[in-house]
C-alpha cells in the first residue's frame, strides 16, 4: 500500500532562485532508462529472477512420477547347483533327491531394468516442495527490491551532479563578484579612499574561492564520471535539470500508519518473513513424521546369462514384474536426523531474531524519513526566508560600501553568506525529493511510476 497524498492540503513551497534550465536538460526518467539499458546490476538481477522461476517447476516435479530405465552387458562366470530337488515331467517317472548343476565361464550376460514410482505421502517431500516455491517468490521480492536500489541510486546520482554542477555555478559567480571586488578595492586604495587591508581581504578572499572552484570543478567531473558508468551515457549529455522552485505534494498519513504499511509491504521484510518460513520447512525435513514415505512403485526387467561351462551350453533367464506400495521408514540413522533437526531448530531461531531486527530498523527508518518530510515544509521555508535575507543583505552591504558605511571585509562576507544560503536551498530541495523516493522504498512502492512523478516535479517546476 503506498502512502496517499490527501489533494485537500497541498503545501506549496516557493524557492524562486531564478535559475534558468540547462538546454536540452537530461531528466530523471531518461536517466533511469539509459540505467536500465546499461547497468550491469539490471542483468544480474534479471538471471537470479530467472533462476528463481525455474524453483516453482522444481516444486511441481517433485510430485510426479519419475521413470528409470538401467541396462548393463558384459562376460560373466556362473555356476549354479541345486540338490535334493523334486523333478516331475510328463512322460517321465517323479524324481527326488534330484540334483542340478548349471556351469557359464565367461558367458555373455545382459540386464535390463525399467521403474517407476509415483510418491504419495511424504512430509520430507512436501517441505522440500514448499521450500522451493518459497524460494521462487523470494527471488521475485529480490527482483523488486533490486529495482528499487536501483531507482534510489539513479537518483541519488542525478542529483549529486545537479547539486556539484550548481556548486561550481554559484562559486563561480562568488569569485567573479569578489574578484571585482578586489579590482575596486586597489583602485579605491590607491585613490586613499580605503585601507590595504581591503585589498589583502578581497584578495585571499578570491583565492579561497579559485580552491573552491577547482575543488568543485573536481567534484563536478567526478559526478558526471560515475553517472555516464551507470547510464553508458556521454559527459556532454549530462547536463541535469534543476530542481523545482515549486514543490506540491500533499499531507501524508499519520505516522503510525505509514510505518505499519512498511512493516507490512517492505520487500526487504518480507523477504526476511519468507526465510522463516524456509527455516520452518526445514524443521519439517527432519520430524519424525516426515521420516516415512509411501510410493506407488512399478517395476519390469529382464536377466540373461548364456555361454558353455562344465556342462556344455547353459542359458538363464528371469523376467520380473512388479506394481504395488512401497512404505520406507528409517529405523536408525546414527543420530543424523536429530542432529540436522536440532540445526533446523537453531536456524529458525535465528531468522526469527534476524526478522525482528530488520522490523525495528525498518521502523526507526521510515519514521525518520517521515519526520524529514514532515519537517522539510519548515526547513525549506526557513532557508527560503534566510536565501532572501541574505541576498537582501547582499545589496544593502554593496551599496553600504560604495557610500562609505559598510567595509569589504562586510561586503565579502555578505556574498558568502549570500552563496552560502543559496546552496543550501538548492541542497535541501534536492533532499526533500530523494525523501519522497525514500518513502515510496520503504513502504514498498517504489517503481517507475513514482520516479516519473519526481521528474514531472522538475520538469514543470511543480
Known amino acids: 500500500m503506498t502512502c496517499r497524498f490527501k489533494p485537500t492540503h497541498v503545501v506549496v513551497m516557493v524557492l524562486g532562485l531564478g535559475l534558468a534550465p540547462f538546454a536540452q536538460a537530461l531528466d530523471l526518467s531518461q536517466t533511469w532508462q539509459a540505467t536500465l539499458a546499461h547497468d550491469p546490476q539490471i542483468a544480474v538481477s534479471q538471471a537470479a529472477r530467472l533462476a528463481g522461476t525455474a524453483k516453482k517447476q522444481q516444486a511441481a516435479a517433485l510430485w510426479r512420477p519419475s521413470l528409470v530405465l538401467s541396462a548393463s552387458a558384459g562376460a560373466t562366470s556362473a555356476d549354479t547347483s541345486t540338490t535334493g530337488a523334486n523333478f516331475s515331467a510328463t512322460g517321465f517317472p517323479t524324481s527326488n533327491g534330484v540334483e542340478f548343476n548349471t556351469s557359464v565361464t565367461n558367458g555373455s550376460s545382459t540386464r535390463w531394468t525399467l521403474g517407476a514410482k ?68 586597489k583602485d579605491r586604495f590607491a585613490l586613499g579612499d580605503t585601507p590595504v587591508t581591503d585589498t589583502h581581504e578581497a584578495l585571499a578572499r578570491s583565492m579561497v574561492l579559485q580552491a573552491q572552484v577547482l575543488a568543485a570543478h573536481n567534484d563536478l567531473e567526478m559526478a558526471q564520471t ?122 529458525e531461531d535465528k531468522a526469527r531474531a534476524e526478522l525482528e531486527r530488520s522490523r525495528q530498523q525498518i521502523s526507526q527508518q521510515t519514521r525518520g524519513t517521515w519526520l524529514a518530510l514532515q519537517s522539510g515544509t519548515a526547513r525549506l521555508a526557513a532557508l527560503n526566508a534566510a536565501h532572501q535575507a541574505s541576498m537582501a543583505r547582499l545589496d544593502a552591504t554593496r551599496l553600504g560600501r560604495q557610500v562609505g558605511d559598510r567595509t569589504t571585509l562586510d561586503f565579502l562576507q555578505a556574498q558568502n553568506d549570500a552563496s552560502s544560503a543559496a546552496l543550501a536551498l538548492v541542497q535541501a530541495r534536492c533532499d526533500l525529493l530523494l525523501n519522497r523516493l525514500q518513502m515510496d522504498a520503504w513502504l514498498g512502492q517504489l517503481d517507475a511510476a513514482h520516479l516519473e512523478s519526481v521528474n514531472v516535479l522538475l520538469k514543470t517546476g511543480g
Do not use: C
Open 118 to 185: 509415483q510418491p504419495l505421502l511424504s512430509a520430507e517431500r512436501s517441505a522440500q516442495s514448499k521450500q522451493l516455491e518459497i524460494a521462487a517468490s523470494v527471488s521475485e521480492l529480490e527482483w523488486e527490491s533490486a529495482q528499487a536500489d536501483l531507482l534510489l541510486r539513479t537518483a541519488q546520482r542525478y542529483f549529486d551532479l545537479l547539486l556539484a554542477n550548481r556548486k561550481l555555478e554559484v562559486l563561480r559567480q562568488q569569485q567573479k563578484s569578489v574578484d571585482q571586488a578586489w579590482v575596486e578595492a
Open 226 to 347: 560515475v553517472l555516464a558508468h551507470a547510464t553508458g551515457l556521454s559527459l556532454s549529455e549530462l547536463q541535469p535539470m534543476e530542481p523545482p522552485a515549486v514543490v506540491q505534494f500533499a499531507e501524508q498519513n499519520a505516522l503510525e500508519s505509514v510505518i505499519a504499511q512498511a512493516l507490512a509491504n517492505n520487500p526487504l521484510l518480507r523477504m526476511q518473513a519468507a526465510q522463516v518460513q524456509l527455516a520452518q520447512q526445514e524443521v519439517a525435513k527432519f520430524s519424525a513424521l516426515g521420516s516415512s514415505t509411501l510410493d506407488v512403485v512399478a517395476q519390469a526387467g529382464q536377466d540373461r546369462l548364456s555361454g558353455s561351462g562344465d556342462f556344455g551350453s547353459a542359458s538363464n533367464t528371469s523376467n520380473q514384474r512388479m506394481l504395488g506400495l512401497q512404505w520406507t521408514l528409517p529405523i536408525y540413522t546414527g543420530g543424523y536426523r536429530s542432529a540436522r533437526q536440532k540445526e533446523a531448530l537453531r536456524l
